[in-house]
């Protein structure tokens, strides 16, 4: 009979029910109905500045050795904040660590603005030729970076003299930063190939902008074909030799016991005999959980903050995915979140997964109705929108502040990495399937194709959310009245649900 339900602006309860549209909804929701089921409480952006102030404080000021994590909104303020403390406390000295090289000589810039002195940055790699550039890329794909200067010591000896002396820069800027005793600015790659002794450390309260945990725990894939050139080498010593032949003749998830990884040693001696290999056979003979799927053999790579104390500020670092990957302590620092300036909408008309844009006129029916001034989808579907900006690659990006933005795609990826992270928590090693099902997260019940495994959905919702988060964060709307619109499945805070 066409009757349509009525809606919730005429029920006296709307403003005290956690409610759907209207009634029909809020009691039975369809496929696609995210339903907030915890009330979300925003404050000024003044009141939340003050408050992410005093959580600052309160997480420097703390004796307790350990993680000090503040999970605060892109765009609140953090790195201004951490750049005045330092600003007006010359007598303490940090050391902070960002995602790229490029954030780094931004923030470089913007604490010079501020005043700050005694402020150095680690040295970034100078712009060798094509050849050099590529030795060292792979270099660092196979797991010998710490040997990139041994090399480029031998290099400079038959190099050009351009080059010569442009390496001869790099390595005295990398001696001088270790006996350096001010600030000083780095990245998490490079923080995380530090030991506990290391002059960087030592007299220095260590910050970390944006969230580090997928830096200290990755997944790493390398051909089967490269394991067996390796196998083929006569210098392997056994237990190597063991664990690479169990690797290869298992067809499935594998977990090892640490005596059963032994470190490799890739000394420099040895790099031409790698010149053919393209993966990181050092890190998988040191994984402890790898997956081989016939053709191809990922595995999880660990690297510890060997730091006594750090402070993380972040959008997206959770203290509880912290506590189920490092031994340390995890002290949680939540703050306020302000109401935006901007407007966030969420369609949820489809999936948006790859599969779903991958259907034949799909994206040309989206790419119609975008009216944004840039889009960040998954790096395959660049092409099609047009467009430079994917997930994954996006952390740290201001040059979106502002502008109409549409973050396309739920970012999923391959369930072998969720479920390598999974075992990498203590799981065993065996295939977890996901299924559609609704399930709760952030204040919101929502139905998503996920795991049954508590840990590996938590593992699961928490990347998803990071990526999300993390680009939308890229528009600032909490200082800008521009618009965001999110086409995926997935709750996200603030967003006008469509």
């Known amino acids: 009979m066409d009757y349509q339900p009525a809606s ?6 709307e403003k005290d029910c956690l409610h759907a549209k209207n009634m029909v909804l809020t009691a039975k929701p369809g496929h696609s109905t995210i339903l907030p089921i915890q009330k979300q409480e925003y404050v000024s952006i003044e009141e939340a500045e003050l408050d992410l102030g005093n959580q600052f404080l309160k997480a420097i000021r703390s004796q307790e050795t350990g993680l000090h994590i503040l999970k605060a909104q ?7 904040l951490y ?10 000295k940090f050391l902070i660590a960002v995602p790229t090289h490029q954030l780094k000589a931004e923030i470089y810039a913007k604490a010079l603005c501020l005043g700050v002195k005694d402020i150095r940055c680690t040295p970034e790699l100078p712009c060798f030729s094509e050849e050099l550039k590529g030795e060292l890329e792979h270099l660092y794909r196979i797991g010998a970076g710490a040997y990139v200067g041994n090399y480029l010591t031998e290099y400079s000896k038959s190099a050009s003299d351009t080059e010569t002396a442009a390496i001869r820069n790099y390595l005295d800027d ?14 998490h790659e490079r923080i995380l190939l530090e030991n506990k002794n290391s002059s960087l450390f030592q007299g220095r309260t260590v910050l970390i902008d944006e969230d580090i945990l997928r830096a200290m725990v990755s997944v790493k894939s390398i051909s089967n074909e490269d394991i067996l050139r390796v196998m083929h080498e006569p ?3 056994a237990p190597v030799y063991e664990k690479l032949q169990k690797v290869l003749l298992t067809r499935d998830y594998q977990k090892f016991t640490k005596e059963e990884c032994p470190a490799f040693d890739v000394a420099i001696e040895r790099f031409q005999i790698f010149e053919s290999i393209e993966g990181d056979i050092s890190a998988l003979c040191s994984s402890r959980c790898v997956y081989n799927d016939g053709t191809t053999t990922s595995f999880i790579v660990r690297k510890s903050l060997s730091c006594e104390k750090a402070v993380i500020l972040s959008a997206t670092a959770q203290a509880d995915i912290y506590r189920m990957y490092t031994m340390a302590n995890v002290y949680d620092y939540p703050c306020k979140m302000a109401a935006y300036q901007g407007r966030l909408e969420l369609d949820t008309s489809s999936t948006y997964s790859r599969y779903a844009l991958a259907q034949e ?15 960040i989808t998954f790096l395959c579907a660049e092409n099609a929108f047009h467009t430079k900006y994917h997930y994954g690659a996006i952390e740290g990006l201001n040059c979106l502040e502002g502008k109409n933005i549409s973050v396309i795609g739920l970012p999923n990826i391959s369930d072998v990495v ?14 977890y399937s996901m299924q559609s099902m609704r399930t709760s997260y952030n204040g919101y019940d929502f139905r998503i194709k996920t795991f049954s495994s508590d840990t590996l959905r938590k593992i699961h919702l928490w990347m998803l959310e990071s990526h999300l988060e993390q680009a939308i964060g890229r528009a600032r709307l909490l200082r800008y009245p521009c618009t965001v619109k999110v086409f995926a499945r997935f709750p996200v805070y603030q967003a006008i649900i469509l």
């Open 361 to 375: 006129g799909m994206i040309d029916k989206m790419k119609k109705g975008l009216d944004s001034d840039a889009v």
């Open 174 to 187: 990398l001696a001088a930063i270790k006996t350096y005793d001010g600030n000083i600015i780095t990245t």
């Open 83 to 92: 750049l005045k403390y330092i600003q007006t406390h010359p007598n303490e």
């Open 8 to 13: 919730c602006h005429t029920c006296p309860y």
């Open 235 to 237: 210098f392997l010593s």
């Open 418 to 431: 969720y479920i390598l992270y999974g075992m990498a928590t203590g799981m065993r090693a065996e295939t």
């Open 74 to 80: 892109t765009g609140i303020g953090k790195t201004s």
